[in-house]
């Protein structure tokens, strides 16, 4: 490590959160650690304990001061006893929105025999639209005649600046290619506006392949033939369920890691990986670390320290058993030499 590196120290914000959140992000700050990147990390209590505890989620007062951090690293929340959506709505979301973290970007690596790659892709889900903008309502709840809908809000400006970002991304890989998710055929307004601006993107980058797939053919090649893609690009509702699968199909969700992202870094982008807190398992030290280890790597690409978040996945790629923390220490050797 060079001593410029040395005086460089990046101001992260820590969720640790809930269950297995704390244990996990432990490890991953000890990684990073070792990797040789300094931080200078602010734990904050936030998640379903904090709420069962006082009431409170996100405070707008805690919301401006994370504003000021250089990226924000969450391990996972979520409580029993919590009211679904409290947790979800009044942190993840508010977070996602208030920050505009607009690009939910999620890597999947396979391995075959030999520990070769049998795929390496990137999914690119549009973060702060869709249905999870909140649009809808019920009408006479809790009787026989019960009306709910739940709306999905696309707008040009938020689907183009997601697919220019997809496209953005392939320029920069060595496949140059793109493929469009959706379902066209039957979200003939919202599926409208995305192939057109898809097409409309894709005419200002001639040197990126492209495709397009309906959401359930994508779930058929993400397990029969994921070695096909590239970048993905789709919408909020579709990308949450395709990067789940594409965690199955890539060595487990154990594995998955996440980054909600501000491209244009007018706030801190936001890294996690996808398991959840898992309570059931939280305190046994069993809990694997290395999608929040990953998901730091993510972090450190953001931060301009890619040489190190290339050397611990490097340092992931290999199958390591036992504890949490055991696993953690066998990373960091292995990022030693």
């Given amino acids: 490590m060079n001593a410029a590196r040395a005086r460089t120290s990046h101001r992260v914000a820590v969720i640790g959160g809930d269950g297995i959140g704390p244990e996990v992000t432990a490890e991953a700050l000890k990684v990073v650690r070792a990797s ?106 809790g009787t026989q005649h019960e009306v709910a809908t739940q709306g999905s809000v696309n707008t040009r400006f938020g689907v183009e600046r997601c697919i220019r970002y997809a496209f953005e991304l392939a320029s920069s890989r060595e496949r140059k290619h793109v493929t469009l998710v959706h379902k066209t055929n039957v979200l003939t307004f919202a599926g409208d506006l995305w192939q057109r601006t898809f097409d409309a993107v894709a005419a200002q980058f001639p040197g990126v392949g492209t495709a397009y797939n309906h959401v359930d053919a994508a779930c058929i090649y993400f397990v029969q033939d994921p070695h096909r893609y590239d970048v993905i690009v789709t919408d909020n509702r579709f990308g949450d369920i395709l990067t789940d699968l594409g965690g199955a199909v890539s060595g487990g969700i154990g594995l998955a890691s996440s980054a909600n992202l501000n ?70 050797r292995r990022l030693h030499g």
């Fill in 36 to 141: 040789g990147v300094e931080l200078d990390t602010t734990f904050f209590d936030l998640g379903g304990a904090r709420y069962l505890r006082d009431g409170e989620v996100l405070s707008d007062d805690t919301l401006e001061v994370l504003r000021g951090f250089d990226a924000i690293l969450l391990g996972a929340v979520g409580t029993p006893g919590v009211p679904p959506g409290v947790i979800e709505r009044g942190l993840l979301l508010k977070l996602r929105f208030s920050l505009d973290l607009y690009i939910n970007q999620r890597p999947f690596v396979g391995t075959g025999p030999g520990h070769t790659r049998s795929h390496d892709f990137v999914v690119i889900r549009e973060n702060t639209e869709g249905p999870y903008v909140g649009e809808g309502g019920v009408l006479r709840k």
């Fill in 263 to 332: 491209p244009a870094r007018t706030g801190p982008s936001l890294f996690e990986p996808v398991h959840g807190s898992a309570p059931d398992i939280a305190g046994k030290g069993v809990a694997n670390p290395v999608a929040a280890i990953l998901s730091a790597a993510l972090m450190l690409d953001h931060l301009g320290e890619s040489r190190a978040a290339q050397a611990i996945r490097e340092a992931c790629s290999q199958p390591t058993n036992g504890s949490t923390v055991a696993v953690g220490d066998e990373i960091c």
